[in-house]
């Protein structure tokens, strides 16, 4: 019987040698059989098999000794668990290795070397394990890596090192979490080439959003230099996202950028010992993004084929989650490893659990930070040093919450136990962030100067169910969760569509059948992302307030004018909120901010005039064309076109929100020309929000200029009834279910019945009254736009209404054909 091999080149295994090989150096394995036809690269080098490791202990006499210590440690009593883990450890670094292991591995160790040209080649050492990348756990920072290894006695004892990993605390108690029993793993290790990212840059990146499982964009997370402290969450790194299917077609779909302190990277070290430093970072580093456009496009077009070429592999979708780096000399990227992401892809999408705090709650809102999950936790601040020591001697109760600089995955015994996370560093593919993700505990990374501001023992409320953006409350916040089976929603015929008002949470609605996006107001972008008023943007120089402008500066630097700094912001937020339904209708209303409130945005009172009453004032359409006000319009005309035309969002459709006149829809046109914005041009359609009388008595008339219109039921009741819907003394009278409000919609559909145009409608009625939407229905509109929390609910009351009765055909959304309800 052949002999199984102690020493492979990486090249000689594939997916299907775990048991050989272990997860991580099997796909690596594979991958590196496949880069020519993957297009991707890969750095050489060779593993040291499972039986490799399995001769090691045997030479040492260790087998029985981690058997009878494994059976007698209960993981968690965290002493217990220190010492025992210690003491196998110990046995382990002291070992020496076989003659015939030893001698194979300096012979393999000088070929590599030969290879790229020295005597002691720079490899990194990592461990691979039989159980880590399975379909229920990746066992991701589980067991060690060391980089910059030069050198056979330095590699040797980083071999030995590896092996000892696979008993630390947090990896025994890792594998009794997930249900491995103590004699289903065992150790490969890798020794490959190691990258000159000390000099360049390094991260990690997910085939999927990490945090809601979208599976159309590709996450990046990157820092300078060597990759390990993003994965130990001691950096706050940049993060990129990009659009698969755009991205697909050519297009350079950068969706969204956000920059990470970054204060800190990982080199070479000067010290023999030591191999690798901590530095600082200069402060231009710190405020530049790492990785170049042509970067970020380079790598997730890379780790998008990497997706689909394991999907097919599979013969199911495999989302992956790949550690990659930049060479500083070559400026040349390289995939270090990919393994199947573990968390999203074993999630029913069929079923949605909405987790949220109770309204009648009050939210002292104390920080916030990176959301990592959707759920929300409760419990006690306990704080948690540093020094791993500490961890077993510190009084931890089941349902504290882990407050701490940054976790360290030796901490996984506390953290399984945690009722939430929270941590001063990190990013969202940091180890720590992962760990959280698959054991379901809610974690908050980058939350600055929680350490000082939560005091221990204070009781919090940590929600992450709000988007990115996750929050610490003060005290405990009464919560309540909902189940939504998807299998259970009735099939409409009339599309029910999302009015989505953050980008943060467009992904998160992704899975549900919904037709589109019927409404996203740039609103909220501008007031959460940008900030500050456009015209104080466009008039930066001329400001006499100092601070603003100072603020101004900082907020623009890696931008060449503040213009391009509101546009980028701003086509980010929209292409986001359009990413997430694409190819599906998102109709984006452009700016309907009153004076008062524009006035809040910063610098804004120095360009904002004074109205009696601004909620029937200078607004929408009129802004637009003033010569005050359209240069800042045209910021608005520039970001769409960006996301239309260079992001190959397509599916984006504007509307013109309070125009009174058809002349007023004119002058808006000639201005959305000068910036190259045109109706028909590359397909765009332009809608008018209905929310004027003016605009349901003279629809025929503005029927002619617009592709579509969509109601907007809150501005049309107060206006019909002239009441300030804001007033409490006339609310009562609030009521757009009234028949003057019907009289009005229908005017509008039967205006229309004729012309080429659609009508839909995104004002909250249809989400508040079910009652309403099967008025609509009845009345043969083409779609109802509601927001998410009502899209079950109202889903269902159209359908009831569908199967008794329809006023007119039409066309049934994805090329259905038209029919009549009976």
Partial sequence: MERPPILLNLSQVNINDINIAGGKNASLGEMIKNMESLGIKIPGGFIITVKGYYDFLEYNYLDEFITKTLSEIDSDDLLLLKKSSEAIRKRIIEGHFPYHLRKQIEEAYEKLSAEYGTENVDVAVRSSATTEDSPNASFAGQQDTYLNVCGIKS????IKNCFASLYTERAISYRKSFGFGKQQIALSVC????VRSDIGTSGVAFSLDTETGFKDVVVINASYGLGQPIVEGAVAPDEFVVHKPTLDKGYPSIIERKLGSKDQKMIYSDSFQKRVDIVSTTEEEARSFCLKDEHVLQLARWVSQIEKYYSELKGYWCPMDVEWALDGHTEQLYILQARPETVHSLVNKNKIVNYSIKPSENKEKLLQGIAIGNKIGAGKVKKVTGLKEEIFGINFQKGDVLLAEMTDPDWEPLMKIASAIITQKGGRTC???????????????????????????????ISCAEGDTGF???????????????????ATVTPVMLNIGSPDTAFKYAELPHGGIGLARLEFIINNYIKIHPLALLNTASLSDK?????????????????????????????KIAASCYPKNVIVRFSDFKSNEYANLKGGKYFEPEEENPMIGWRGASRYYSEVYKDAFGLECKAIRKVRDKMGLDNVIVMVPFCRTVEELKKVYVVMGSYGLERGGNGLQVYLM??????????????????????GSNDLTQLVFGLDRDSSQVAHLYDERNSAIKKMIRMLLEATEDKNVKVGICGQAPSDFPDFAQFLVKEGIDTISVTPDSFATTVEAI??????????????????AAFRLK
């Fill in 191 to 194: 020794v490959q080439k190691m």
């Fill in 547 to 575: 601070e603003l402008k100072k603020e101004i500066e900082l907020l623009t630097v890696n931008y060449k004018s503040a213009e391009d700094y509101f546009v980028d912001k701003l086509s980010q937020g929209i292409a």
């Fill in 799 to 816: 359908a009831q209404v569908e199967n008794k009765f329809r006023k007119k055909a039409f066309t049934v959304a994805h090329n259905m």
């Fill in 155 to 158: 590699l040797s004892n980083a």
């Fill in 690 to 711: 209905a929310e004027l009388p003016s605009n349901f008595i003279m629809a025929e008339e503005f029927a002619e200029y617009v592709d579509g219109f969509s109601i």
């Fill in 431 to 461: 180890h720590a962030a992962i760990v959280a993700r698959e054991l379901g505990v809610p974690a908050i990374v980058a939350c600055t100067n929680a350490m000082s501001v939560l005091t221990e023992g204070q009781e919090v409320t």
């Fill in 472 to 490: 610490v409350y003060n005290g405990v916040l009464a919560t309540e969760q909902s189940v939504l089976d998807l299998n259970n929603l009735p």
